[in-house]
C-alpha cells in the first residue's frame, strides 16, 4: 500500500475512566455496525493517500522489551482506560476486514467471547500488519487501552510497530478457541500458495507464506530452494538483513551457490555495505566466472568502493541525474578525512583525521535515508514514517540509527534488539533522533542559489555521519546537496585531531535570537567564538544594535536594491545608521568575530552605490561586508589579496552565498576602476567560495540565472 504522508492530528483526550474498568463498552454488534459503515466509506475511495501518525512526544511511552511469552494474557474485559498494561498481554484474532487509514483498525475478539477495536499504528507496507487480514490471530505487547469518543467507546491503541506481532497458525500460544489450526497443511502447499501470492504481487503475504513453508517442511533437503524464493522477495521488499540471511541459508555447497552469493552480494549492497557486497559478489564471480549480471554488479560494487577510497565523484554527472521522480544517487560515501571521536562540546563529535585543506572535501555521504518528498506539509512525516519502516525491515540499521542522540527521549536499553523475531523499534524515540538529527535538502544547492529559482523546496533526511557534527556559527565546514548526496567542504584550513563543526540553521544576526533558536530546538547554549565573544557585550549594548537594526530594516523595507537609482538623501540616512550601528559593535569583543548586525546595513549601502556607478564605494562596501561575515580585509583598498581570506582570517568567518556575491561585486568594480588584477583575483575567490557553497566548480553567472 503507498504511503502518502501528512501529520495526523492528536486524538487523546484523558477522561474521568482513566485507570479504571470501563462500566460499559460497545458491544461486539455495535462495534461491527459501525465499522461496517467505515469499511463501506473506504471501498468507495479504495485509493485515498495514507496518512501517518507522527508521534506525539508528550505522549511518549516505551516500546514493550518482553517476549509474549513473559507475560500475563488477560483478556479483553480487563482492560483499564487510558493505562499501559506493563506486564500484560492480549492475544486477539481479527473479527474483520480492517479500516485502513492512518493506521489499521479492526474489530478484534479474544478466547473469552469480548470483543473489542484494534487500532495498529506505523506498520511497514512490506508487513502483513500494515492491512490486518480478518481471521489472522495477532498477539499485543503490554498494550494501551484508550477512550476514543464517546463514554463507552474504547480502543487498543498500538503505535510501536514491535508491541503486535502476528501469531503462527500453529503457534501453542493461541488459546484453543481462537485456534482455527493452519490454513494449508504441507510445506508443498504453502510453497504453492506462496508462489501464487508472488505472481497476485502480494509479497507480504508471499513472505509469510514461505515461512510457513519452511516451518512445515519435515526435510532440510527441501529448504534451500524456498530460503532462494524468499530472499528474492525480501530483496524486492528491500528487507536486504533477511534476503542476506535467506540467500546465505540457501547453499548447498554446490557450484549453483553463486546465485546465494550473487543475491547476498545484491543486498549486502542494498544495504550499502559495499565491502560485504564486494566479498560476496567475488564469491559468486569466482563460482560463475563468465556470468553477466554478476560481472555487471560487482563492476558498480567496485566503482562504489573507488567513490569510498579516493572521495572521487562526478557531481555535474550527478547533478544532471536528478529529476523530479529521481533524486538518489547510486554512489558510495567517502568519510575517510574525518573519525567519530568524543567532543568537549556534547558527546560524540566527528574530528579531522588528517590535515584538511580550506575548500577540500572534508566528506561525502550519501542519506542513511530521504524520502523523495519536498512538500513542505509532508516532508517530515515522510521521514518518519520511512525510519520507522526501515528499523522494521532492516534490524542492522540500528546500530547507527538508534545510536545517534534523541534528546530527552526516554530509552529502555532494548531499543533495537530482537525480541520475538522483530527488532523493538519505539516510535518516540524514533521521533526524537528524527527531529535532532535530520537535515532539510534541496534537490541541488546549487540550483537553490538561482535567484530565478524560488521555490526552496526541501526534503528532509537522515545523514548519520553528518548527524554527529556538533554545531558552531562560525563552523570550519559548510554542506550542500546534489540530490541525496551531502558534501561537505572545509571553509578554512583544518589541522588533524580539530573538531568539525557546521551550522546547523543559517544563522540570526542577533545573539539573543540566535541563542534562544539553539536553546529551544537542539537544548544547547553555543559555546563558539561568535556567541562567546558576543555574551561579552552588554545587554545595554545589544538593545541599541538591536534598535539600530530594526530602523535600517523598517527604513528600507527588508529590501536590497536592483539597478535602481537610490536618491542620496536616503543613502546618507542609511549610512549615518551604518555608521551608528558600528559605533555599537565594541571593538574589544568584536575583533577578529563577525559583526552580523552590520552585514544588512552594507550590503543595502554596496547594492544602492552599485545602482549609481559609484566603484569607490562598491568597493569600501563590499570589503565592509567581507569584514562583517569575520574575513580579515584591509580598512581601505589597498593591494591586498581577496584570494587570501579563505586561509588568513583566523577561526571565526562565517560563509554563506552573501560572500561569494559581495566578491563578485567586488571584482566588477575593480574592473570599472581599471584594476585588472584586483578584479581577477576577486574573481577567483568568488569561484572558490561558490565551490564551497554549492560543493563542487560551478560557474558564477548562474548566480545571475
Ligand atoms: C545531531 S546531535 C550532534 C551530535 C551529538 N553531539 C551526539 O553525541 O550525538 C545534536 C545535539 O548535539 C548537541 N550539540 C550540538 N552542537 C552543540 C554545541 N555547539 N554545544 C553543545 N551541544 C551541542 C545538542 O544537544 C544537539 O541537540
Partial sequence: MAVDVAAVPSMVAVKSTTGAIPPRRLSKEELVGTHKKHL?????????????????????????????????????????????????GIIVRAASPPFVGAGAVSVVEDAFGNADKLAIYNQADS????????????????????????????????????????????????????????????????????DQAFIEKDFPTAVFCYTEALEASEDDASKPPVHTKRAGVNLILGRYDAAKADALASRTSAPQDWKAYFTAGRAAYGLCDYAESNKLLTTALELNPTNASIQKEHARCKARLHEEETGEYDFAA????????????????????????????????LFAARDIKAGELVFVEKATLMPNQYDPGRASAALYALMVRQLCDNPSLAASVLTLYGGECERTGGEGTIVDGAPVVDVFLVEGIRTKNCFSAPRSTLEDTRPSLPDGLQARGLWVHASLLNHSCVANTMRSFVGDMLISRATRDIQAGEELFQQYVPVKPLADVRGKLFEEGWGFSCGCALCAGERASPAAKLARRKELLDAVEKLCNKQIPGRELIPDAKIRSVDKLARQ?????????????????????????????RGRKNHGKV???????????????????????????????????????????????LAESYKALGHEEMAARSIEAAEFGYMLVTGFKNDLTTLDK
Fill in 40 to 88: 463501506e466509506t473506504q471501498n468507495n475511495s479504495p485509493h485515498a493517500p495514507r496518512p501517518v501518525k507522527q508521534p506525539i512526544m508528550s505522549e511518549a511511552y516505551p516500546a514493550s522489551i518482553k517476549s509474549i511469552r513473559e507475560l500475563e494474557i488477560i483478556p479483553l474485559s480487563e482492560l483499564r482506560a487510558e493505562t499501559h498494561h506493563r506486564g500484560k
Fill in 127 to 194: 508487513s502483513i500488519l500494515s492491512g490486518v487480514p480478518e481471521g489472522c490471530v495477532v498477539a499485543v505487547k503490554e498494550p494501551y487501552y484508550k477512550q476514543n469518543g464517546s463514554e463507552d467507546d474504547f480502543m487498543i491503541c498500538v503505535d510501536h510497530p514491535s508491541d503486535v506481532i502476528l501469531l503462527r497458525f500453529t503457534d501453542s500460544i493461541i488459546p484453543e478457541p481462537l485456534r482455527l489450526g493452519p490454513l494449508l497443511k504441507t510445506a508443498e502447499e504453502w510453497k504453492n500458495a506462496a
Fill in 318 to 349: 550527478m547533478l544532471a541525474s536528478i529529476t523530479p521522480h529521481s533524486v538518489h544517487q547510486d554512489r558510495g560515501s567517502f568519510l575517510r578525512n574525518t573519525r567519530v571521536g568524543e567532543s568537549a562540546h556534547h558527546g560524540r563529535g
Fill in 581 to 609: 550601528l558600528e559605533e555599537a559593535h565594541e571593538a574589544a569583543v568584536y575583533d577578529g568575530i563577525p559583526r552580523l548586525a552590520l552585514i544588512y546595513p552594507c550590503h543595502w549601502l554596496l547594492a544602492a552605490h
Fill in 619 to 665: 568597493v569600501k562596501y563590499s570589503m565592509k561586508v567581507l569584514r562583517n561575515f569575520g574575513f580579515r580585509v584591509p580598512d581601505e583598498s589597498e593591494v591586498w589579496d581577496p584570494r587570501d581570506i579563505f586561509t588568513g582570517s583566523g577561526n571565526a568567518t562565517l560563509m554563506t552565498v552573501h560572500v561569494v556575491a559581495s566578491l563578485r561585486r
